[in-house]
């Protein structure tokens, strides 16, 4: 089983809904970058994930368009991420997952990126624009190499589908709570209990993690209570490296998602 | 249907988009099939936008180069000013089908949008327009013909400001609103079934070339020459001729201020194979894989993408591309507003820079087509401004 897969079967033996924590890569800056990562999983990130910024980030909304801009001000490249990675691997066995669009690693080439990704200790990647029917060639590289390649299942995606991307996704599925982009305060689709449900339905044994739109512990409650094995914080915390809070208050801010993640459901 | 020309083209798009994508595709297939459809698409062509446009010898400007014959395709004469109509009216009435009451577009020049908010007035449909800061502020007149006819617009102030980050949003809003919004792509990019689509829809261009020019002329053309930011008025030339081998086609885009510097479009003359906004193709790129901002002084060519299908017909040598500097258009636009009185949009004049330059290179006998994409109307401000007219 992959260090994700752990990750989450932990916190299913301990009764917990596994926490994964969304950060961008160099923001408010590369050497702080470090620092607040580290501050996610003192509050009890089970699961890390890592922005590596892009020009168009297509599937984001203003919080994270606004972080990959600072980032790409801030010079980062998918090369400083790796570096990153790396680096953290010396303080920690957190899982760590990279969310980047698909050009930058077109561009870096998708074999080298794998090799580079296993080698700095990366164990997961997230590519939002690269549906399951275009992922070919880089699923096949991150299966042969061990590197989960997970991918994600939205309210609009039609069930034969939504089978298909719970038995192909690795490490975990990414059930997108609505149609939409990252962040912003929305309701919890009620079709989620639905979605979580056909998803196990098609592979019992893969978790599944929720995400968009998840910034308060009401929300990680609710989707506690609708059988999510886990749940996705990323424009939430994104904003507090955007507006110079300490990573003093961004623990705090974990912990209490951490916190929800174990409370009472509502099934009790 | 083939989702790629050669290995450019996909479907490179947030999962939540991939199922009304697949959706659009079965429904296309089936309202081109459909004579109710294209019965209804061709009483708006003609009666709506004015189709068929004229070929037009232009003697002088033939006179003027001193080669081949020059015909110029009048796509400046079809409603609203531009060949946008073509591929607009086509997916406007597909949206219809598909019962989608919201229409969403991108606009560079702000042509698409005026096409997209004039099909949505005549079918009683809602439009929203995204188009960035600075073409907002260069293509004011525009940005009045879509609020006159009702189009909300939405000024876009992420990124470079400029088409790019209008399609961004476009994607974006879609995203959220895939149920019951239909998105209106304006050029022949994006994830498939788009770049077909759309060349599709401009394939009216090229087709009624044929047939003037058989009855003008008695044969086909030597030369097609058309400019490419997208490449929605190329593809559409250019594509029913793909199998006539005697006739050559040339791509005019915008080298800005030169392909030395680092202010142009000219993606695929300088640029390098990636993925961006739903398609792989030609891009503009730093080494790390972030997309490069364009420049052109036609908001319509600046770009830093290009239409798959463009990419592929370049690999496999069937049409050429060549830059054309803002200068050598600004010049073609005054030339042609003087020769024939005919003010070409500053993207067309970009063909005709391209087209008579290789005209001059050609005996008497040979014939160039270039097709005039839009009227320049809309950048008559800009033009004078730049003090290139006293």
Known sequence: MSRIGRAFSN????????????????????PRSMEMVMACVRGGADVMEIGVPFSDPVADGPVIQEASVKALENGVTPRMV?????????????????????????????????????????????????????????????????????QLSTPLT???RAAELANAT???????????????????????????????EANNGMPVAAGFGISTPEKVRALR?????GVIVGSALVALTLDGSSSADLEKTVATLAEACKGRTGEG | MNTRFGEYGGQYVPEVLVPALMELESEYQRAKKDPAFLKELDGYNVNYGGRETPLYFARRLTERCGGAKIYLKREDLCHGGAHKFNNVMGQALLAKRMGKERLIAETGAGQHGTATAMAAAVLGMKAEIYMGEKDVARQRMNVFRMKLMGAKVHEVRSGSKLLKDAINEAFRDWAASVENTYYLLGTAAGPH??????????????????????????????????????GSNAIGTFHPFLDDRNVRMLGAEAAGEGLDTEHHSATLTVGEVGVLQGCKSYLLQDENGMIKEAHSVAPGLDYPGVGPEHSFLKDIKRAEYVGVTDKEALGSFVLLSQVEGIIPALE???????????????????????TISGRGDKDLETVFDMGVVQ
């Open chain 1, 158 to 160: 039609p069930d034969q």
């Open chain 1, 225 to 229: 209570g609708m059988g999510a094995d």
């Open chain 2, 348 to 370: 067309s004049a970009h063909a005709v820079h391209a087209g008579m330059r290789e005209a001059a290179k050609m005996s008497k006998d040979q014939i160039v087509v270039i």
């Open chain 1, 82 to 150: 790796l570096d990153l990675v790396r680096e953290l691997r010396s303080r920690t066995d957190v899982p760590i997952v990279l969310m980047g669009y698909y050009n930058p690693i077109f561009r870096f080439g998708e074999e080298r990126y794998v090799k580079e990704c296993i080698s700095t200790g990366v164990d997961g990647l997230i590519v939002p624009d690269l549906p399951l029917h275009e992922s070919g060639s880089l699923m096949k590289l991150c299966r042969e190499s061990g590197l989960d390649l997970v």
């Open chain 1, 11 to 30: 916190a299913k033996a301990e009764r917990r809904t596994a926490l994964v924590c969304y950060l961008m890569a160099g923001v408010p800056s590369m």
């Open chain 2, 193 to 230: 079934p788009y770049p077909t689509m759309v060349r599709d829809f401009q394939s009216i261009i090229g087709r009624e070339i044929r047939q003037q020019l058989i009855v003008a002329e008695g044969r086909t053309p030597d030369l097609l020459v058309a400019c490419v930011g997208g």
């Open chain 1, 170 to 200: 690795s490490g975990f599925l990414y059930l997108v709570t609505r149609p939409g982009i990252t962040g912003g305060d929305t309701g919890t689709t009620p079709d989620m209990e639905r979605q979580v449900r056909r998803a196990h």
